[in-house]
């Protein structure tokens, strides 16, 4: 069996309304990438995509995949995000057991009050760093 890298998504912040994509890329000729979600507080994985089965997407309306074989990467997109996406994104290939994960932080706004999801893994320094940004985001949005 030949060993193939993945290169999965990054941690990402956006506010609701923006839209997400998360990239992930392998070293594989012929990749075959697999998406799914995790809710915060959720105990399993929910399919987004997987691309030789017609598994139902159940963001369908907001969520789109892309893949490129030029430069072997699927690029998963959530429009309109929601605070209710925030959460663990997965991808993986379909023929191996490699995976990588990561974290959608999604921030609400309401006028001055921003409203931030954070999963139970996270700790208090990351924690810090995240509303840290969100503070410059508001001040350069000028909200």
């Known amino acids: ?67 490129s074989n030029h430069n072997r990467t699927s690029l998963l997109t959530v429009k309109n995000v929601q605070l209710t ?3 663990f994104y997965k991808c993986s290939l379909c023929w191996t057991q490699e995976s990588s994960n990561a974290r959608l932080s999604v921030a609400g706004k309401n006028r001055s009050l921003f409203i931030f999801v954070i999963s139970q893994s996270q700790s208090a320094s990351q924690s810090t760093q995240v509303c840290t940004q969100l503070c410059r985001k508001r001040i350069a949005d000028n909200i």
């Open 1 to 67: 069996m030949i060993s193939t890298e993945l290169a999965g998504p990054r941690d990402t912040l956006v506010t609701v309304g923006s839209a997400a994509t998360l990239a992930c890329t392998s070293d594989s000729s012929e990749p075959c990438f697999v998406w799914k979600y995790k809710a915060v507080g959720a105990n399993e994985y929910r399919y987004l995509h997987y691309e030789h089965s017609s598994a139902v997407n159940f963001l369908e309306a907001r969520c789109s995949v892309v893949l």
């Open 85 to 87: 996406d925030a959460g």
